[in-house]
């Protein structure tokens, strides 16, 4: 199971977020040896489905964030699908539930010590108190989190993934134990784009994120291995 980073450039995770094979393929060779991690989601995934996890995975650690939310059954047999792949990382809904979350790491551990780590997301990074309240969650978004990521933990995840402005709440509630994956993340004078909760590099590390997922800052950069190297920079040790 993919080990905690021990380095500033080893908690940043750029997200390949594009459906072009060649471009994704471009990224990944400029930015893999400037990272911990690969982030390959639904876009590259639809589009291209295990080759592009295998390219991937031949470069770098595989984040693969496909947020797998499904009857127990069927994210238990997607996760043994996906095994072969060999993903340092794998994500699925908080709010699949107790259930479905404890069938995914039974179905995980059939890869033994090199299993993925097993990521709950809680709250998605673009949504804000007044859209949860629109979906029926009251509360806010830090309440919810903390509701999914108790459930979550306690059901055999290994850590979470939340937006850096509950970092810090989930470090007070549930100690270091889990591994924190943060996306949400925009450096200084950067726009938000779609994310509601966001906060900087260093300000994510500083509350106690693990790693740190950031996406259009880099790729869409004239130099994305520049700017990657950039936000390792401005981390605190």
Avoid: Y
Wanted: aromatic share 2%.
């Amino acid at each position: 199971m993919l080990a905690r980073p021990s380095t500033a450039a080893a908690r940043l995770i750029p997200a390949i977020d594009t459906a072009d094979p060649a471009k994704a393929a471009a990224l990944a060779a400029a930015l893999a040896a400037r990272c911990g991690a690969l982030k390959l989601g639904l876009e590259l995934f639809t589009a291209e489905g295990p080759r592009a996890v295998r390219a991937m995975a031949a470069l770098a650690p595989v984040f693969l964030d496909l947020k797998l939310h499904d009857i127990p059954n069927t994210v238990a047999g997607a996760v043994r699908s996906l095994l072969p792949l060999k993903p340092a990382m794998l994500t699925l809904h908080g709010a699949g539930g107790p259930a479905m979350i404890a069938a995914a790491r039974e179905a995980a551990e059939k890869a033994g010590a090199a299993r993925p780590v097993l990521l709950a997301v809680t709250v998605l990074t673009s949504l804000d108190a007044a859209t949860l309240a629109a979906t029926g969650i009251a509360g806010g978004p830090v309440q919810q989190v903390l509701r999914l990521a108790r459930l979550a933990l306690e059901a055999g995840a290994d850590g979470l993934v939340c937006s850096p402005q509950e970092v810090a709440r989930i470090r007070d509630a549930f100690g270091q134990a889990p591994m924190l994956v943060v996306p949400g993340v925009r450096p200084a004078g950067h726009a938000a784009g779609d994310q509601a909760r966001t906060a900087t590099p260093a300000e994510a590390v500083a509350a106690g994120a693990d790693w740190i997922v950031v996406g259009r800052p880099i790729t869409g950069a004239a130099d994305p291995a520049a700017a990657a190297a950039a936000i390792a920079e401005s981390l605190p040790a």
